[in-house]
Every structure is written in C-alpha cells, then in structure tokens.
Nanobody, 122 residues
Framework: QVQLVESGGGSVQAGGSLRLSCAVS????????MGWFRQAPGKEREGVAT???????DYADSVKGRFTISQDNAKNTLYLQMNNLKPEDTAMYYC????????????????WGQGTQVTVSS
C-alpha cells in the first residue's frame, strides 16, 4: 500500500515562489521511482521533474533553472521548490511513485496523490 499527499499549492503573482511537499507512506522500502507532474485544463499530464534510478534528475525544459526537486528521506517527503513562477505554470500538480520498472511516461506511474492546485497570475 502506498499513499501520497501533496500540499503547498496556492495562488501567487508571476515571479513568486511556492514549495510543494509530498508526504509518502508505504510498507515496502525497495527502490521507489518518484517525480512531480502537472496537468493544465485541456492539456495532457506532463512530467515536471523526475528522479531516475541512477539518481539523475530530469526536468522539463520549461522549468529548468526555476524548479528544484529534492527528497528528505528522514521525513519521507518529496519537495518541489518553484521559483520565478509564470502564468503558464498554472496547473494541478501531482506527485507520483512506482516500484518499477522505470516509468517511461506519466501514465505508467502506479501511485498518485490527489494533487495541489498552483495558480499564477500576471
């Protein structure tokens, strides 16, 4: 059983910052693929930042230099620091996880949180 709960979303002006958190609960602690995703109205769900099995991080081109994904293993929490937010960042943000094999698309992740809304106004 896996549960993920996102928090930290809100409404901000362009140029502002938010930090999203994802609290993770699970019974088995084998390797866990995790990442942040977002979905705007009328658009497909897209990867924002994902952690690969070798520890490398893949960021969407649109957020490179602005967003940072990190983990606090002691607190079993995943974070997404979002700086210099833009209106096009407006979306529902989700954290997701999977025991593997490594998901190739967002749709291959088996575990999802309920999402937290991020709205950026100009």
């Amino acid at each position: 059983q896996v549960q993920l709960v996102e928090s930290g979303g809100g409404s901000v002006q362009a140029g502002g910052s938010l930090r999203l958190s994802c609290a993770v609960s699970r019974y088995t602690y084998s390797y866990f693929y995790m990442g942040w995703f977002r979905q705007a109205p009328g658009k497909e769900r897209e990867g924002v930042a994902t952690i690969d099995i070798d520890g490398s991080i893949d960021y969407a081109d649109s957020v490179k230099g602005r967003f940072t994904i990190s983990q606090d293993n002691a607190k079993n929490t995943l974070y997404l620091q979002m700086n210099n937010l833009k209106p096009e960042d407006t979306a529902m943000y989700y954290c997701a996880a999977d025991y593997g094999p490594q998901p190739a698309t967002p749709y291959e992740y088996n575990y999802w949180g309920q999402g937290t809304q991020v709205t950026v106004s100009s």
